[in-house]
């Protein structure tokens, strides 16, 4: 499930797109390695 941003709308009223692999290099693809770039970026929250 993807929820894209839509400027000016809330996350709540923004479209949420169910996708689907159909092959390799497609949309699917796309949002996967995007999603996997930003966690490699991330780290943990220091608690305390």
Excluded: C, I, K
Excluded at 25 to 43: E, R
């Amino acid at each position: 499930m993807v929820n894209a941003h839509v400027w000016g709308v809330n996350a709540y009223g923004a479209p949420v797109w169910h996708l689907r692999r159909h092959g390799e290099g497609g949309m699917f693809d796309t949002y996967a390695q995007s999603f996997d770039a930003v966690w490699a970026t991330a780290t943990p929250v220091q608690e305390g």
